[in-house]
Each structure stands twice: as C-alpha cells, then as structure tokens.
C-alpha cells in the first residue's frame, strides 16, 4: 500500500526541482500560476510538497518552465534554451487528464484488478478511482507512480514524450540546435531554396545500398573518362 510518507517524500522532491527549474527560468510564483489557471498559493504549496501535481499538469510546467519532463524523473541537467509561443495549456492538460485515465483503465482490465483493489493501494475511495478514470480528475504522481508500478504499467507509457504539441516542441528545438552546430557554409547551403534538388538527391543516397552507391561510382567514372 502506498504511504502517506511516501507520497510526502515524493512530493517534496518534486516541489524542490520545480522550484530549482522556476527559478532557473526567472519566472515567478505568480507566472506558474497564471499558466495552470490556479492560485499563485496553489503553485507555493506544490513547490513545498504540501500538494501533489498530476502530470499533466506537470507536463506544461515542464514546457513553461523550458526543462525536458524528464528531469523531473530522471534528474537530467538543464540547458538554458530560447522562449517559444506557447499553445493552449488548459486544453492539453484536460486532454491528457482523460489519455492518463484511459491508460490506467485500460492497465487495469488487462491486469485483471478491480477498482476496489487499487482504492485499496492508494488507501481512496473507488469513487475516485472511477474520477482518475474517466479523466474527470487529476491523478497525483506518487499515486500514479504507484498505480503503475502495481498494474504492471511502464510508467513511460504514461509521459506525453511521442507526439503531443509539447513533444513537438522538444524535437523542434533539438533540431535547431543540430543545425546551429553544422559549419556556417553548410548551414548557407541547406537553407538556399535553389538547392533543394541536391539535397533531396542526397537523401535519397543515404538510403541506397553499398551496392548501390559503388555502381552509381563506377558510372560518374565512366562519364568522367
């Protein structure tokens, strides 16, 4: 069953790297607040452990704050990164909410588990459950986590890391900054709209065979000579 304590101590380490990653991005209690729609004193309690988060609601943090999700999990280092627009934080979270609910039912007939057995882990009511669910409420990480970890369910599964907005966001900006990294020649050429037919020439190289680049040699050399 999970404990009181264990849902604190998980808190806690979450409202710490929350407040570490605000701060980083130089936004204000105030700020966080005004992205989940909450009350400045809602975002100061998450920060301190006294109240849980859901995910979703972390994931837009996490994309407000300019942090991977995983640093949250994972405690990956942080890079300072350039501001973007900012998509619709409330339909996302209310969407994820019901995704995050689907899952766990889902996880849950399959493993066979009533939902009078995992109001018995997590020490709540089935009504709540059925409230996780049908994504009509939020489900706190440490119960989530829990959850997961008794139904069998990689808690991967669960993070919006494969094609959400926020992923997007994510792979668009590792793009940028491979990009930034070629030489400043390279970077000329990619972006000139005239050479477009080479590099799709080109792309279409990196896919041939061994074979099929040796012939495609040979040819260049006949014409040559």
Not at 57 to 70: G, N, R, T
Not at 103 to 122: M, N, T, V
Not at 207 to 225: H, N, P, V, W
Request: aromatic share 8%; with cysteine.
């Amino acid at each position: 069953m999970l404990t009181e304590e264990a849902k604190t101590l998980r808190n806690k380490i979450i409202g710490v790297l929350l407040r570490d990653a605000r701060l980083r991005a130089g936004k204000t209690i105030k700020d966080c607040a005004a992205v989940l729609d909450c009350s400045p004193g809602t975002i100061t309690q998450f920060e301190l452990g006294r109240k849980p988060l859901s995910l979703p609601q972390l994931e837009v943090l996490a994309y407000y704050l300019d942090v991977p999700l995983s640093y949250f999990f994972d405690q990956e280092d942080l890079s300072s990164q350039e501001e973007e627009p900012m998509p619709s934080f409330t339909d996302i979270i209310a969407a994820r909410r019901r995704i995050i609910g689907v899952l766990l039912r889902q996880g849950r007939l399959e493993a066979g588990y009533s939902q009078k057995e995992c109001a018995e882990l997590l020490g709540c009511s089935t009504s709540r459950i059925s409230q996780y669910e049908f994504g009509q409420r939020d489900v706190p990480i440490p119960e989530l986590e829990a959850l997961a970890k008794f139904l069998s369910i990689p808690f991967e599964r669960f993070l919006d890391e494969t094609a959400s907005t926020l992923t997007n966001y994510w792979q668009l900006k590792d793009e940028v900054e491979r990009f930034k990294k070629l030489p400043p020649e390279l970077r000329k050429f990619i972006t000139e709209p005239s050479n477009i037919l080479y590099l799709n020439v080109a792309m279409r190289l990196s896919e041939a065979s061994a074979d099929t680049l040796r012939r495609i040699a040979e040819s260049l050399l006949d014409i040559t000579y």
